[in-house]
């Protein structure tokens, strides 16, 4: 309950909390709090110094132009949960939004501090993995761009390295007919998923699949691309049959681990049902 003793710092520019993390290693940056305070609370970690970035101006926009969607490392999930463009573009997004924690925890959680914080049963990996989005970086030495599948190396832990601070997420548009969809299960509204499956599909005239991808919540020791999952449908006519398939591709490449939401054996078999629902839904769509 009581946080262990730490400085505070209010930057007013991202430069500046780049400055602050080169030179202490253990600062980290306080964005919606909503991971790193209950940690704190339960003294799990024990930073220095905590770089708070709310105060910096210009970082809460959600901003859709020409191929690019660019969401800040300031927007909380609520944002994004009401933002009606979105939802006609891709609506997996919003979803997610909307699946996560309880309205408090929405109106400070951000997008950038999810995939930051790197837990493995969190819901923007897998949605901005089947999104092909990439994670915007400022470093000591400039900016670098990560695709969000590669930018989580595992549980807890991310590609940043000393000094370095998300700045943005880029999520491309993609041309044609496109649909997405994120279904998540849970034991009760707030929870963490037992497992979540985000699914993005291309589908051309005729209605057979051009492009997909499929990105996985809670069923690794990280977020995953489905990839055999994903074979299974490209190029194919959706039947239930072609969908079964998938489904039961995207069951074998999960590595799920047994705990309080479940045995390995349930998540494994759950990937399979909720790989069947985020495609039929993102269809329906
Ligand atoms: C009760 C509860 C239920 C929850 N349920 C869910 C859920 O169902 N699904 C889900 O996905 N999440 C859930 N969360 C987590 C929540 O979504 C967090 O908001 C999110 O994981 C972290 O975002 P934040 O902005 O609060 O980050 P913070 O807590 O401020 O920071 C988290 C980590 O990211 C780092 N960080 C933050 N911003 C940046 C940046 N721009 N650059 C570099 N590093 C940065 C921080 O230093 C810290 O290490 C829940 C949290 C709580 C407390």
Redesign the pocket.
């Known amino acids: 309950m009581y946080p262990p003793k730490f400085g505070y710092i209010r930057v007013t520019s991202l430069e500046e909390a780049v400055k602050v993390l080169e030179s202490d290693e253990n600062a980290?940056?306080?964005?919606?709090?909503?991971?790193?305070?209950?940690m704190l609370k339960l003294r799990l970690i024990r930073p220095s110094y905590l770089v708070d970035?709310n105060r910096v101006p210009n970082l809460s926009y959600i901003s859709i132009e020409g191929d690019k969607i660019r969401i800040g490392?300031l927007v909380r999930?609520h944002q994004v949960e009401i933002n009606r463009d979105l939802w006609k573009i891709y609506p997996a997004l919003p979803e997610t939004a909307i699946?996560?924690?309880?309205p408090q925890?929405r109106n400070?959680?951000?997008m950038?501090?999810?995939l930051?914080?790197a837990?493995p049963?969190?819901?923007?990996p897998a949605t901005l993995i089947a999104l092909r989005a990439s994670v915007r970086i400022l470093s000591p030495s400039g900016i670098r761009e990560v695709p969000v599948e590669d930018f989580i190396t595992g549980p807890f832990t991310t590609a940043?390295g000393r000094g370095?601070?998300?700045?943005e997420i880029v999520i491309p548009r993609l041309s044609g007919t496109v649909k997405s969809s994120y279904v998540k299960l849970?034991r009760k509204a707030?929870?963490?998923?037992v497992v979540g499956v985000a699914v993005m599909l291309r589908l051309s005239p005729d209605g057979s699949v051009e492009d997909a991808s499929i990105g996985i919540t809670a069923a690794g020791p990280k977020p995953f691309r489905a990839r055999e999952a994903e074979k299974a449908l490209i190029g194919r006519k959706l039947t239930d049959d072609v969908i079964e398939d998938a489904a039961e591709r995207a069951m074998k490449e999960s590595s799920p681990i047994s705990d309080i939401r479940g045995s390995a054996e349930y998540k494994r078999a759950m990937v399979k049902v909720m790989t069947r629902r985020a495609i039929k839904n993102a269809l329906s769509r």
């Open positions: 980290k940056i306080l964005a919606g709090g909503q991971s790193l305070m209950p970035i490392a999930h699946q996560i924690g309880d925890i400070l959680g951000t950038a501090g999810s930051a914080h837990d049963a969190a819901d923007w940043l370095e601070v998300i700045s849970e707030g929870d963490f998923a």
